[in-house]
């Protein structure tokens, strides 16, 4: 399985994705996760190939068809995706003052 991660950004490439919710893109990029603290985001350049999806739970479903997909933050150097269905997951850690687990701010 293919995996790639950009700071808590992780992309796991997987057999099919869930295609019911799609995620619509922002000033042509998709937003995998907010810069809380600095404002930069981990985003991923929109194209007619590219479509990112709500999961059933926290995670995202991302599908490229065909040619690569960007994803760029100011911090982390750029990621080159190759078509396939992916798996988007969020860090999260353990907040012992609110009991629950909280994503991690980046």
């Known amino acids: 399985m293919r995996t790639y ?9 997987v057999a099919t994705v869930t295609t019911e919710t799609p995620i619509a893109p922002v000033d042509g990029r998709y937003i995998l996760a907010s810069g809380e603290v600095t404002g930069h985001h981990h985003a991923l350049e929109a194209s007619p190939t590219t479509a990112l999806y709500a999961g059933p739970d ?3 479903h ?13 911090e982390h150097g750029t990621i080159t995706l190759p078509p396939g269905s992916y798996v988007v997951r969020r860090q999260r850690e ?13």
């Open 94 to 106: 353990w907040s012992e003052a609110a009991r629950r687990a909280e994503w991690v701010m980046d």
């Open 5 to 13: 991660r950009q700071g808590d950004v992780l992309i796991m490439a």
């Open 58 to 60: 926290s995670d995202m």
């Open 62 to 74: 991302l599908l490229i068809k065909e040619g690569e997909a960007l994803l760029r933050h100011e």
